[in-house]
């Protein structure tokens, strides 16, 4: 497995970040030595192991299905870049 | 005014109770200290009306006899909770101007018993990092120097909060902790420093880096001040699906339990070669009080240890890859406008909102969650953290209490570790193991290193027993007796 300047490309637009071509280079290299340092993992036996993805040993608890808050237009689009008539605006999806 | 800086939490709030002092008089005390420190960089915005607001309020609840447990101490909080109506950033330029509509639950809880806020502190952007120097506002600055050397690291991420505390500048503070995020800077500024049993403090409100392993807690000048702070920040909240619904221990008796007969496990695994000899020392001298105060020392084994850090440098940026996509330019903070279409903008926005570490983070871990690349990366860290837990679950079948360094080494200077990505992260070697098993964990100041510098010993108890590392805790407290204060915090203040 290595890094290359493809896959960087690829990762940032999977990311939604705007990562410019002449920062690609730097940027596998510093993914690929961060990957490698991780590679260690793979001398761990596993087989069997079940993946623990939280520690809480409880599973999530349920609530009834209702409302228990709203009716916060004003609150929500407080601190939005652009809004207009209760939405917040965007540019332009479909064309 | 240095009187007033003199007490610690616990002895200032019985000055108030018992009306030798005024809760505007002590917050006045801390506002001047924040700002004759301020050279530290340690807040990011001070909320001094907000404060004082707060301050007569309290004198109010005192004389009318209706005081909190908390009433009148002055807080700072990491910029990381959301504090409604209070600039909250997580010291990133995609979050500036957001003001929250509310409150986090853990701030809302140390209002309601009496505490007053004096203002947001610094930290490394979204907490990613070990020295406060990802922050946006700039690193916060060690109050400690070793003798006329060079700005040293406050530690990171929550380096302002560690800062202030030590330096006076607050009585006082929260943090977060992801991998070591409290323990590791307050073990560089000489401070206690706090994380508890995963979901015993909810997370609601406070800025997401990585769900299962972020928990907050409180920085504090000593052991009784941190447990004081602990039981008003901890609670179930049903706003938080991971918070527990489990009773807090009692933490005051457990200040004055006896740590005779405990066995207290020494894991080998945490013997490294790189460590400060100091450290090693420290470690030794730890034992040694313990064993002195009635304790036994138990030899123990965590042999997953080594992976812990590769294992949460998959599963925190993994899930801080999913956590950050909410920061699009839409609904809040930073938006660029570029290009023609949304997926334009939003590229923009967050190529220009978050910083290098941040953005690093992020496409670790939208590697390790790709297609082709799931099993080997996010499913593999998850069965390795697993195994680590396991260790720690063995272990606590033999001891009660397990004692390690905080830190490989004591506070390093500023800008010195920034090149190499990974030499940063060993900083958290002795920290994150707790994170990824959710047990709780204290770095405790108590000695210092050959240039003068503070070192911390961390102590590990269960899940939901910080009965027992208080009672471990304040054990070493007492038996290190350390009284140090920062030299340049003294300049500053008596300036």
Known sequence: ?95 | MNSYLALTATQARAALQNKEISATELTNAYLSAATATEALNNYVCMTADKALEMAAASDKRIADGTAGPLEGLPVGVKDLFCTKGVATTACSAILKGFVPEYESSVTSQLWSDGAVMLGKLNCDEFAMGSANETSVFGAAVNPWSAQGGDDLAAGGSSGGSASAVAAGAALLATGTDTGGSIRQPAAFCGVVGMKPTYGRCSRWGIVAFASSLDQAGPFTRDVADSALMFASMAGHDAKDSTSADASLPDLQAALQASVKGMKIGIPAEYVMDSMDEAITKLWQQGQDWLVEAGAELVPISLPHTRYALPTYYIIAPAEASSNLARYDGVRYGTRIEAGHSLDDMYEATRAAGFGDEVQRRIMIGTYALSAGYYDAYYLKAQQVRRLIKDDFDNAFTEVDAILTPATPTAAFPLGVKQDDPITMYLNDVFTVPANLAGIPGISVPAGFSDSGLPLGLQVLSGAFQEDTLYTVAACLEKQAGFAGQPPRHAAMINQ
């Open chain 1, 1 to 95: 497995m290595s890094v290359d300047k493809d896959t960087v490309k690829k990762i940032a637009r999977l990311a939604r970040l705007d990562v410019p071509e002449e920062r690609q280079e730097q940027i596998a290299g510093e993914l690929q030595a961060i990957l490698s340092w991780i590679e260690e993992l793979s001398e761990v036996d596993t087989a069997n192991v079940e993946p623990l993805a939280s520690v809480t040993g409880h599973s999530l608890p349920l609530r009834v299905d209702k409302v228990t808050d709203g009716n916060k237009v004003d609150d929500i689009l407080a601190n939005a870049p652009e809004q207009a008539s209760g939405f917040f605006v965007v540019p332009k999806v479909v064309e």
